[in-house]
């Protein structure tokens, strides 16, 4: 008797961001496989697949966007349904990976709860994690198994460069962020635009979250386009109080860019009102219309992460999608 197996692909998809899901599985003209997802009364979550997934090669898209801890654990159910429904591979395709600021301790008698989450993935029966601009990129140690790492900086950065004029300073708005900016720096030089470096001196008071206090800006900013970059806007403090920081210190234009708009609380409020021209985001989370203004651009992802789910369906390298630069 001889067999030869067959490789299936399997895109599955949560309430997370559904409508990025709908443009992957269209990049890669596949569609998405039937789930059905419900709530209890009590607020606990059912999920079923409408369909074999016996020997697939499942791929389970959530995005842990608003309500955060509802998506997180959907997505441990998929995970956990497909492994028990004899899935051959599971991948949990997470474009924003929660928890991710928790990565070490600060403080004393503190949670690191980016391993827990990746513990999650790893005991629910994920065999692989394709994610989008870690917080960190020392988050891929907590796994046990691949991480592929993908990033919005070439999206972000080619949109930005069509938009600039003058000569341009790449900002990082605090430390510990310089090899994010140098990131953007060399994408803009591909494209011929020659551009500084600097860093905001950034405090937040010990104890606190979501709190931080711009003091000082270091490098050159006056009569420049200052490019301010993050991987992700939250609250918007930082990035507002960076913002108005540069104003001060004599920047032409402030132009900011962030691989995810958490955009939570007061963010919109702050940036529509901060000397901002552009915010540039990518649609890795779900931005509703409410939160929407005439000064932010969002741009799609989804053929980044189609193509990575392609490489790694069909077993190519997913770092040459990106020439290396994704770690």
Known sequence: MEFVPKKRLLLVAGRGNLELSREIAAC?????????LSTFSNG????????????????????????????????????????????????????????????????????????????????????????????TGQIQGFFDFPVDHLTAVPLLASHIAGTIDGEVTVVSPDAGGGKLARRYANHFTEVGIESELAFIDKRRPKGTQNVAEAIEVVGEVEGRVCVLVDDMIDTAGTIAGAAQLLHRRGAADV???????VLSGPAV????????????????????????????????????????LSAVFTEASVSEIFHGDNV
């Open 28 to 36: 890669l003209g596949e569609p998405l496989g039937e789930m059905m």
């Open 44 to 135: 606990e979550l059912y999920c079923r697949y409408g369909e074999s997934v016996r020997g697939a090669d499942a791929f389970v898209i959530q995005s842990h966007c608003d309500p955060i801890n509802d998506r997180i654990m959907e997505q441990l159910i998929m995970i956990d349904a497909a492994k028990r429904a004899s899935a051959k591979r599971i991948t949990a395709v997470c474009p924003f990976y929660g928890y991710a600021r928790q990565d070490r301790k600060a403080e004393g008698r503190e949670p690191i709860t980016a391993r827990l989450l990746a513990d999650l993935l790893s005991i629910a029966g994920a065999d692989r994690v394709v994610t989008v601009d870690l917080h």
């Open 255 to 261: 132009v900011v860019a962030a691989t995810h708009g």
């Open 269 to 308: 409020d702050r940036l529509r009102n901060a000397p901002i021209r552009e915010v540039v985001v990518s649609n890795t989370l779900e931005i509703p219309a409410a939160k929407q203004w005439d000064g932010l651009r969002v741009v799609s992802i989804a053929p980044i992460i189609a193509e990575a």
